[in-house]
């Protein structure tokens, strides 16, 4: 009897903590203004909501941040927001300058005694914060999280007023230029953050304030040992505590939440009560071993561990971190590639911009979920997340699905010779590194896309070329070190340009082994190439000889394409032929102007992905672009505001041939056909040719009932039949594949008519 009712009531209590934990809500950017608390006494709460929004530079008589300013003609709306939602993907030029954001923020009185911050993710790209009317804190750079302390300056028990003055006008701070939107507006999400005085440090750089070390040998499959450093902001109360009761304790759990391994961090190796401190901070240390780690293996197996970091004071836990991570190691060798935990792991995939249509560089996590799944349906297992820091959501997406990732700094095309360009710079690059220091999809960091590809390396242009290069080798240099000192296990790369019609060929030939140089003396590890062979120059079968010219002259560096490809209207269309191809490559300026034909896309990326899966010692490519982007003032294909390179649309409606191409090389296990030119409805010829991508091994056409067989293999995944007639109209064009089971897959166009 004893031992029912023991475990009814053990049920029971299970039942009552279970229902408990459930009210708890989670971190969530889209919440609006929900409360996050935990028993940790850590509060995260999303202030999204309710903020107001005016466009424009205050008056000389005029005070925004002021408590007493009536914003009441100012927009309404909710965060992420941008001011150039409906200018930043058009003909013009966007709007670049100052945009002003208010909010009434309730601190209840309950919240004095503690710290109070206000964690932005994102404000791009100069941001003042003001709090009841004081300037507390300005940061410089548009893609980075950042922490602005508040305590000193609310009212407890009262409203108060929080004003930010967000500025996206090129200024002395990367980019200063880039074929992309400069977004203006605070476009990720704001929380406010409340802690206890001794809390894990909030303010490192805008990181978690949790670093785990993994080492990057074959050693961890069988033991793998996590270093952990954690610095702590610690009260005068605690600091000066005689009863030693302030402990930071770490562990580890699996997958499916089990406990793998324990330890106490402290500072240099000693209680808090005996270290040495500076000041209200020490940095707490210690390591954790786990056996026979679950390896992260990229797409196969993505399998990730939770490091929990807990801060007590007398036995009751006042904070608490929690970090994923993932135990893998890797390697780039300059003959063969990359390898992951010890294979050979081809890295192929794409580039991506964070903007969508509709809104602008602010999407919410729930509509850029859409990206990720069309990434994983195109069977990428890499992406280059260019040209700036993304989103926590991007990196932890990329984290579950396994993608290889290079993430970069917003150091693009050119740089000013100014301390505070350089200086603000290496700020940037440290906190790409300190905030994502945990992901175990980054595998390199980059530097700088494209420097000196124009002819110039500065914005000032006063200088000769010898001291532009001496400055930029000079930043270089500087970069390099500073990531070799924050994160010595990864490796470091720069995108260099692949080629340049408008500098020649001695001109770009002086430019490359300028660039190149700094893989060889300035720390730089790995080298990659934007190159648009028969788009923007060259024919596209050369980048063949290309490659081999480069791989042979600089052999013992690892070289990749970080961009490739050319860009199209879904809803141009043409014929490609020798005709065709010879006209495209004699006027150089057709891949800037108003045609750009959806055929001409997929022989560029047909030509390319030929040339590259025969090159094994390229370490990764990347394809310019998953997506279409805004670029605002560009007006290409009759679709202005935008660069048309992607795979899909700029509003993810349109899944072009391209995309299916490279969906037949790279995915697998979703058997498919797929007929290209599909929106060629409209034709001249009756005889032409048909072309179909698929990833099984033998496909069928029949038109109009009559069959034509079987297509022949143009190349891996790409099946042509020429001669195919149709008629004028109510033509059914059907494409068919039988998979290992017997069952067909099918594809069908109905739309295409023949027009004299």
């Known amino acids: 009897m004893f031992w029912i009712n023991f475990k009814k009531s053990v049920l029971l209590m299970l039942g009552i903590l279970l229902l408990f934990s459930l009210a708890i809500p989670s971190v969530n950017a889209e919440q609006g203004n929900k409360d996050t608390a935990d028993i940790t006494g850590r509060i995260v709460k ?128 990367a980019p200063l230029q880039g074929d992309f939107t400069f977004w203006g507006g605070i476009y990720r999400s704001v929380n406010l953050l409340v802690t206890d005085k001794t809390h894990i440090d909030v303010n490192d750089y805008g990181s978690s304030g949790v670093y785990v070390t993994i080492p990057n040998n074959q050693f961890i499959e069988k033991s793998a040992e996590a270093t952990l450093t954690v610095p702590v902001t ?29 330890t106490e961090l402290k500072a240099d190796g000693k209680k808090l009560k005996s270290a040495d401190l500076l000041g209200d901070q020490a940095v707490f240390t210690g390591t954790m071993k786990v056996s026979n780690p679950h390896l992260w293996n990229g797409t196969k197996d993505p399998y990730q561990y939770t490091v929990e970091v807990a801060i007590s004071r007398k036995g009751d836990v006042i904070d608490k971190v929690n970090e994923k991570v993932g135990f893998r190691y890797y390697s780039i060798d300059p003959d063969k590639g990359f ?44 992406l280059r997340l260019a040209h700036y820091q993304h989103s926590q959501y991007d990196y932890n997406k990329a984290d579950e699905m396994g993608l290889v990732v290079w993430s970069e700094i917003p150091l693009v095309n050119k740089m000013s010779p100014t301390k505070e ?151 141009q269309h043409q014929l490609i032929d020798d005709n065709f191809i010879n006209n495209w490559n004699k006027n150089r300026s057709d891949s800037r102007g108003p045609w750009q034909p959806e055929e001409y896309q997929n022989y560029l990326h047909e030509s390319a992905w030929n040339i590259i899966s025969q090159r094994p010692y390229l370490w990764a490519t990347h394809v310019w672009n998953m997506f279409d982007f805004g670029v605002a003032g560009k007006n290409e294909a009759t679709t202005p505001g935008i660069n048309t390179k992607g795979l899909v649309s700029y509003d993810r409606q349109v899944k072009k041939d391209a995309f299916y191409f490279y969906k037949a090389q790279w995915n697998k ?79 069908s166009v109905t739309t295409w008519k023949v027009v004299k």
Request: aromatic share 10%; no cysteine.
């Open 46 to 173: 999303n202030i999204n909501k309710d903020w107001t929004f005016h466009k424009g530079t205050q008056g000389t008589d005029e005070n925004y941040s002021a408590s007493n300013f009536n914003n009441s003609s100012w927009q309404k709306i909710s965060l992420p927001h941008t001011w150039n939602v409906e200018d930043g993907s058009g003909i013009t030029e966007n709007y670049k300058g100052d945009g002003w954001y208010r909010k009434e923020l309730n601190i209840p009185a309950s919240y004095k005694g503690k710290k109070l911050y206000l964690q932005f993710e994102a404000a791009n790209k100069e941001a003042e914060v003001f709090v009841n009317g004081k300037s507390v804190h300005t940061h410089i750079g548009g893609y980075s999280a950042f922490i602005v302390d508040i305590t000193d300056y609310v009212k407890y028990g009262d409203e108060n007023i929080v004003a930010v003055r967000v500025n996206n006008e090129v200024k002395d701070s």
């Open 234 to 262: 610690i009260s005068r109360d605690d600091v000066e505590s005689k009863s030693n009761s302030i402990e930071v304790r770490a562990l580890i759990k699996d997958a499916e939440g089990k406990i793998i391994s324990r």
């Open 339 to 382: 390898f992951l935990n010890g294979k050979s792991y081809p890295l192929h995939g794409v580039d991506l911009h964070q903007d969508r249509k509709g809104y602008g560089n602010a999407v919410p996590d729930s509509v850029r979920a859409e990206d990720f799944e069309l990434i994983k349906e195109i069977g990428a297992n890499t």
């Open 421 to 571: 360009f350089s200086d603000n710079t290496e700020k940037q690059l440290t906190e790409l590194i300190k905030q994502n220091y945990n992901h175990p999809s980054i595998v390199t960091w980059g530097l700088e896309n494209e420097f000196g590809g124009s002819g110039s390396y500065m914005s000032d242009t006063s200088l000769t070329d010898e001291e532009q290069y001496a400055k930029e080798t000079e930043l270089i240099n500087r970069l390099a070190t500073k990531a070799k000192e924050l994160d010595p296990n990864r490796p470091t790369t720069q995108a260099l340009q692949g080629n340049s019609s408008f500098l020649g060929t001695e001109g770009y030939s002086k430019i490359l082994q300028k660039s190149l140089a700094w893989n060889q003396s300035a720390g730089v590890d790995l080298a990659s190439f934007n190159t648009y062979f028969g788009w923007y120059y060259n024919k596209a079968g050369e980048l063949a000889q290309y490659l081999d010219n480069l791989h042979e002259k600089y052999p013992n560096i690892p070289l990749g394409i970080s961009e490739y490809g050319g860009g199209a209207n879904p809803y």
């Open 669 to 747: 296990d979703d058997k498919f056909v797929y007929i290209t030119s599909r929106r060629y409805t409209e034709r001249k010829e009756s005889i032409t040719p048909v072309k179909v991508y698929s990833n099984l091994k033998e496909v069928t056409l029949t038109v109009n009932g009559k069959d034509y067989g079987q297509g022949r293999l143009q190349q891996s995944g790409v099946f042509v039949w020429d001669n195919v007639e149709l008629q004028e109209n109510d033509n059914k064009v059907t494409a068919s594949a039988k998979k290992a089971d017997g069952t067909n897959v099918t594809d």
